[in-house]
């Protein structure tokens, strides 16, 4: 590093009217020793001195802005209150036999999620705005279209969940369901993107409570290391109808438009694509780690011991009481389904939201108030507004819960296909997809036609 006054020496000549011309390479060489100058702290910095801050420093603030963000929050809102029921029934059904599915299906998960954010990054738009710019707006109503009812459809999965909590903790529907709306809406339209943020993943972390469950519930070591080895009962319909269920349940199509805009909102740029394929991956794990729990605590507590139905939350939550006691099963249970069932409907209704205002063409960001952006906001009342009012007038949860999956399972295909065209054509040369990207993605998206027919044929 030149010494101090060196340095001073040069800037002054660098800015006076006569040397500036001659000095300026001078002043640049300068400026950049320093920057590549080890940095100076303790009672050697002087206050007020041109030392940039210290890289890792830099790199801490970085980790901490984008390790709890958009990644880790669409990650919690897939193991919503339908993916719940769905690893709990496969639990007490066929104890252990689906972990080793639940573990083989995180890598499929961080694929798909990771291309996402990799678009996002590297265009700046979001995924309906990038199909509307590469395919034209025909196909981008299209898929929004497609968003906007398995939206509608997976916020109703998300109210009913929450009367499912009510009916537990003894709240009627036509109290706790509008109660949660006004939450969701006033969480939204009263901060910026970072509170919303901080307070949907505040939501999602009450899922850990599965954690206790699965504890309390003693399971096996051995059994849950057989479980890796054990035959698969693959002549029985019941449960290839569960195995499709949770591969269908993995990636929702709402995640994928929810990410792409939400990183966006963020701010989040390319140079912080390391990041947030680091946070992606986390997320990943612990929505699969949160899937396990949920399996291991019915697997150990009802598999062999349970004949009844397990179709709604409260019924899971009554068979757990038994075996668990109230805090074990009743209590861990609510709270996790809540927390689940609330930022799945945050993430789901923002997700049709800034598709529907990026088709449209308008202004789209938590960081503005209702009356800069009516159409984004608007669309994100509509949404959670109108769900919340089928769950009060439906007569039956169960089997509107059960056509929303099969609903989904049908759907998904086109918005993993136009996920794959995308990352054909759109993405920049240092970030295009690789020989074993490739094919994984067609392998993905077949194992998701493949289980979604099979779901769908069971259903039926």
Known sequence: ?????????????????????????????????????????????EEGSPQLPSHRLRRRWMWLAVAVGPGLMVMLADTDAGSVVTAAQSGARFGYRLLPLEVLLIPVLYVVMELTVRLGLTTGKGHAELIKARFGRGWAVFSVSILLVTSVGALVTEFAGIAGVGSI?????????????????????????????????????????????????????????????????????????LVAANVGAVVMPWMIFYQQAAILDKGITVRDLRFARINTAIGAVVTQVIMIAVLVATGASLFHHHAGSLNTVAQISTALTSSLGAAGGRLAFAMGVAGAALVAALVVSLGAAWAFAEVAGKPRSLNRKFRQEPLFYGVFTGAVGLSAVLVLTSGSLVGLAIAVEVFNALLLPIVLVFLIVLAWTALPAPFRLRLWEKVALIVITAMVVGMGAALTVTSL
């Open 169 to 241: 903790v003894g709240l009627p529907p036509q109290l706790i369901v509008p109660g949660a709306a006004i939450v969701l809406l006033l969480v939204v339209v009263s901060g910026s993107y970072r509170r919303v943020e901080f307070i949907g993943i505040g939501f999602g972390l009450f899922e850990l409570a599965f954690l206790v469950a699965a504890i309390r519930a003693h399971p096996d070591p051995g059994s849950l290391a057989g479980s890796l080895t054990m035959g698969q009962p693959l002549g029985n319909s019941a449960y290839l109808a």
């Open 1 to 45: 590093m030149p010494p101090r006054g060196q340095l001073r020496g040069a800037c002054l000549a660098a800015l006076h009217p006569r040397g500036r011309a001659m000095n300026v390479r001078a002043l640049g060489l300068r400026a950049s020793a320093v920057a590549k100058a080890p940095e100076v702290s303790g009672p050697d910095a």
